[in-house]
């Protein structure tokens, strides 16, 4: 689980929309893109990001 701390300063770097947590994963406010969490770090990479339908 994320920190809610570290969750207000994070936001996507493609659309740079806020993010929240979704089972293991940080969601763009729009719900397009996921990036996944992996030992409790956000992975935030562009290429690492899943486009959501």
Do not use: F, G, W
């Not at 770097?13 to 719900?31: F, G, S, Y």
């Amino acid at each position: 689980m994320i920190s809610k701390d570290l969750l207000e300063i994070l936001c996507c770097p493609v659309t740079k929309q806020p993010l929240h947590e979704e089972n293991d994963t940080l969601v763009t406010a729009d719900k397009k893109y996921a990036y996944p969490i992996k030992n409790n770090i956000p992975v935030l990479l562009a290429e690492e990001r899943i486009e959501l339908k």
